[in-house]
């Protein structure tokens, strides 16, 4: 199983980007994806999530500004990010929930967005 993240970068505050996350290892179908961040000096901390069936759960913080959505034909996960803050920079992972016991997850390797002011 392994969860590849990308789409990072330095972007203005304002701006947009778009994360992708590509899973491998038949677990996409029966996973809850989600999107966490970790800012500098700060705890990792949940940003949204997205269950099978399509719903959406998101950070109060990125609520309005930021969508995730899942290719289930590709077992990709997006993170649509817009209206920027420098807040919001931080390393960005992607994780793979089971939805048959929740304590199984994997992690990808992170992704880092900077957003300067």
């Known amino acids: 199983v392994q969860l590849q993240a990308s789409g990072g970068g330095v972007v203005q505050a304002g701006g947009s980007l778009r994360l992708v996350c590509q899973t491998t290892?038949?677990?996409?179908?029966?996973?809850?994806m989600g999107w966490y961040r970790q800012g500098p000096g700060k705890a990792r901390d949940v940003v949204a999530t997205?269950?099978?069936?399509?719903?959406?759960n998101y950070a109060d913080s990125v609520k309005g500004r930021f969508s995730i959505s899942r290719d289930n034909a590709k077992d990709i996960t997006y993170l649509e990010m817009n209206s920027l803050k420098p807040e919001d920079t931080g390393a960005y992972y992607c994780?793979?929930?089971?939805?048959?016991?929740?304590?199984?997850?994997?992690w990808g390797q992170g992704t880092l967005v900077t957003v300067s002011s």
């Open positions: 290892g038949n677990i996409f179908p029966f996973s809850i």
């Open positions: 994780d793979a929930r089971s939805i048959f016991n929740d304590r199984i997850n994997y």
């Open positions: 997205l269950t099978t069936s399509g719903s959406a």
